[in-house]
């Protein structure tokens, strides 16, 4: 498999696990999970589009735990 980088962020995917997710279940080759789930973005940003919440592979973004 060529190397496959996840189009909103660049993470490399090297797994399909990695891979994010359409509504159907179907995965996603252009964004990872942590960008693109259930055919929806997770990227959020404050009300002026300014800021993203960032990715939490990266260690600055927010996840589950809070």
Same mark, same amino acid.
């Given at each position: 498999?060529?190397?496959?980088?996840?189009? *909103?962020?660049?993470?490399?995917?090297?797994? *399909? *696990?990695? #891979?994010?997710?359409?509504?159907?279940?179907?995965? /996603?080759?252009? #964004?990872?999970?942590?960008?693109?789930?259930?055919?929806?973005?997770?990227?959020?940003?404050?009300?002026?589009? /300014?800021?993203? !919440?960032?990715?939490? !592979?990266?260690?600055?973004?927010?996840?589950?735990?809070?």
């Amino acid at each position: 498999m060529n190397q496959v980088f996840c189009q *909103s962020c660049g993470m490399p995917m090297k797994e *399909s *696990s990695v #891979f994010g997710t359409e509504l159907t279940g179907e995965k /996603n080759k252009e #964004f990872c999970l942590y960008c693109y789930e259930n055919g929806e973005f997770k990227t959020k940003y404050d009300d002026g589009g /300014n800021d993203p !919440i960032l990715h939490p !592979i990266y260690g600055r973004g927010r996840d589950e735990r809070g």
